[in-house]
């Protein structure tokens, strides 16, 4: 989930403008949300009133720093990361996202290794990869080459894994897929094939990319879609999970298997992290897709909760529209997650995925960018990574370097963005 590609049988030429078009028009939020601004923003996100944030917010007198690199195998004690698509990773735009990191604050980039399609965005010897075809659709050849410029630049390379919803696997292996009751592989709303979640062998083909992956010279991994599909009763209930053993819940899943790889990838000796609903902070259950807050942050070294406001139903936490409340929607989401992680032993480090994206008519710029990461810091967090599947990220949201660093706490203020009081 962060972001939702659109997917055609067969990869073409038009797969990378509708992978980008999916972050901006399909990412799935669950309740549909009004077009209208909120009131406490009035004055503030109207185009034409909009404050340079680095003008007006940024003290001109502040020199910009550079942090020194962490020892190798280590993240960054602080992560300010930026999600970039495969295309991109093996595109000449990916210079571009590096000068913006080499400029500001950004000190991370969350690359596709395994999208949602099932493809590889380099060439594997994984011997299921090469089995099932995932190196049909190589987009970065010199991966290895793009890995160390970041790092010989500070910039700390993530490995993003896709695990269960891989649609060339489930073809390939239809006895690892999620089946239908009419009969042959069961799809989603849009068509996609899912893998069956409780079986162990597509979390080790998911382990067995990320230990190839941290031999390539990513620095870290994070898995997503771990977990079942969010769908319809109505079409879940015509899902078989083959795996599934009696008594065996959709939670047990899910965390059996992720204890699995995690154990798989700590001899590599980086940060183990997920990807996970940004309501599993506030929900009392597993929601039907197995993630439940206790278990995820009690196995994970890092926990990434995708607190997009655009992606919480009308009324949460009180809000008649949560996309327009990009600061007060993280803000709460976050509390839960703290408050329940206060009780788990050796918790997970928080790193929310931000909104970075606009839909449904409502326009996310610098200004609902930086409210979400004021958010963040207000809590005592320090860690963010911005979600756009088109990856393109204002410059203007983003100190200069880790200027922010060099900045005494009790003047924080004055780096402060904060929406105008209401009228």
Same mark, same amino acid.
């Given at each position: 989930?962060?972001?939702?590609?659109?997917?055609?049988? =067969?990869?073409?030429a038009?797969?990378?403008?509708?992978?980008?078009?999916?972050?901006?028009?399909?990412?799935?939020?669950?309740?549909?949300?009004?077009?209208?601004?909120? &009131?406490?923003?009035?004055?503030?996100?109207?185009?034409?009133?909009?404050?340079?944030?680095?003008?007006?917010?940024?003290?001109?007198?502040?020199?910009?720093?550079?942090?020194?690199?962490?020892?190798?195998?280590?993240?960054?004690?602080?992560?300010?990361?930026?999600?970039?698509?495969?295309?991109?990773?093996?595109?000449? =735009?990916?210079?571009?996202?590096?000068?913006?990191?080499?400029?500001?604050?950004?000190?991370?980039?969350v690359?596709?290794? /395994?999208?949602?399609?099932?493809?590889?965005?380099?060439?594997?010897?994984?011997?299921?990869?090469?089995?099932?075809?995932?190196?049909?659709?190589?987009?970065?050849?010199?991966?290895?080459?793009?890995?160390?410029?970041?790092?010989?630049?500070?910039? &700390?390379?993530?490995?993003?894994?896709?695990?269960?919803?891989?649609?060339?696997?489930? /073809?390939?292996?239809?006895?690892?897929?999620v089946?239908?009751?009419?009969?042959?592989?069961?799809?989603?709303?849009?068509?996609?094939?899912?893998?069956?979640?409780?079986?162990?062998?597509?979390?080790?083909?998911?382990?067995?990319?990320?230990?190839?992956?941290?031999?390539?010279?990513?620095?870290?991994?994070?898995?997503?879609?771990?977990?079942?599909?969010?769908?319809?009763?109505?079409?879940?209930?015509?899902?078989?999970?083959?795996?599934?053993?009696?008594?065996?819940?959709?939670r047990?899943?899910?965390?059996?298997?992720?204890?699995?790889?995690?154990?798989?990838?700590?001899?590599?000796?980086?940060?183990?992290?997920?990807?996970?609903?940004?309501?599993?902070?506030?929900?009392?259950?597993?929601?039907?897709?197995?993630?439940?807050?206790?278990?995820?942050?009690?196995?994970?070294?890092?926990?990434?909760?995708?607190?997009?406001p655009? &992606?919480?139903? =009308?009324?949460?936490?009180?809000?008649?529209?949560p996309?327009?409340?990009?600061?007060?929607?993280?803000?709460?989401?976050?509390?839960?997650?703290?408050?329940?992680?206060a009780?788990?032993? &050796?918790?997970?480090?928080?790193?929310?995925?931000?909104?970075?994206?606009?839909?449904?008519r409502?326009?996310?710029?610098?200004?609902?960018?930086?409210?979400?990461?004021?958010?963040?810091?207000?809590?005592g967090?320090?860690?963010?990574?911005?979600?756009?599947?088109?990856?393109?990220?204002?410059?203007?949201a983003?100190?200069?370097?880790?200027?922010?660093?060099?900045?005494?706490?009790?003047?924080?203020?004055?780096?402060?963005?904060?929406?105008?009081?209401?009228?």
């Open positions: 989930m962060p972001g939702v590609a659109l997917l055609t049988a =067969r990869p073409s038009a797969y990378f403008i509708l992978f980008c078009l999916g972050g901006i028009l399909c990412s799935a939020p669950l309740a549909a949300q009004d077009s209208t601004r909120a &009131h406490r923003w009035r004055g503030v996100l109207r185009d034409t009133h909009r404050p340079n944030y680095g003008r007006e917010v940024l003290p001109a007198a502040l020199q910009p720093i550079r942090l020194p690199a962490p020892p190798p195998g280590e993240a960054p004690p602080v992560v300010r990361g930026l999600y970039i698509n495969a295309w991109i990773f093996g595109s000449q =735009r990916f210079y571009n996202i590096v000068r913006l990191a080499d400029t500001t604050e950004v000190n991370a980039l690359i596709d290794v /395994k999208d949602d399609t099932g493809y590889l965005t380099y060439r594997s010897s994984v011997p299921t990869a090469i089995e099932i075809g995932a190196n049909g659709l190589v987009r970065a050849p010199d991966v290895r080459e793009r890995l160390a410029f970041l790092r010989n630049r500070g910039i &700390h390379p993530i490995a993003r894994i896709v695990v269960a919803k891989d649609a060339l696997l489930a /073809k390939a292996k239809p006895e690892w897929a089946h239908d009751t009419a009969g042959g592989l069961w799809e989603d709303r849009m068509g996609d094939h899912w893998v069956d979640a409780y079986r162990d062998s597509v979390w080790l083909y998911a382990a067995d990319i990320a230990e190839e992956a941290v031999l390539m010279g990513f620095a870290e991994v994070q898995f997503d879609y771990v977990r079942f599909p969010d769908e319809p009763a109505e079409l879940l209930d015509r899902a078989i999970f083959p795996a599934r053993r009696e008594g065996q819940s959709r047990d899943g899910v965390r059996t298997n992720l204890r699995m790889i995690r154990d798989r990838i700590a001899p590599m000796g980086v940060p183990f992290t997920v990807d996970i609903f940004g309501l599993t902070t506030s929900a009392k259950s597993d929601m039907g897709i197995g993630q439940y807050w206790e278990d995820i942050a009690g196995i994970a070294d890092v926990v990434l909760p995708m607190v997009y655009s &992606h919480y139903s =009308r009324g949460a936490y009180g809000y008649a529209r996309n327009h409340e990009p600061y007060n929607i993280v803000r709460r989401a976050l509390e839960d997650g703290l408050k329940r992680s009780n788990i032993a &050796h918790a997970a480090r928080i790193r929310p995925f931000l909104q970075s994206f606009s839909i449904r409502v326009r996310y710029t610098a200004v609902e960018i930086r409210a979400q990461m004021e958010a963040v810091y207000d809590l967090l320090t860690d963010w990574v911005l979600w756009n599947a088109s990856g393109r990220y204002p410059p203007d983003f100190l200069p370097n880790d200027a922010s660093a060099a900045v005494d706490p009790a003047s924080r203020s004055q780096l402060r963005w904060r929406p105008v009081p209401d009228q």
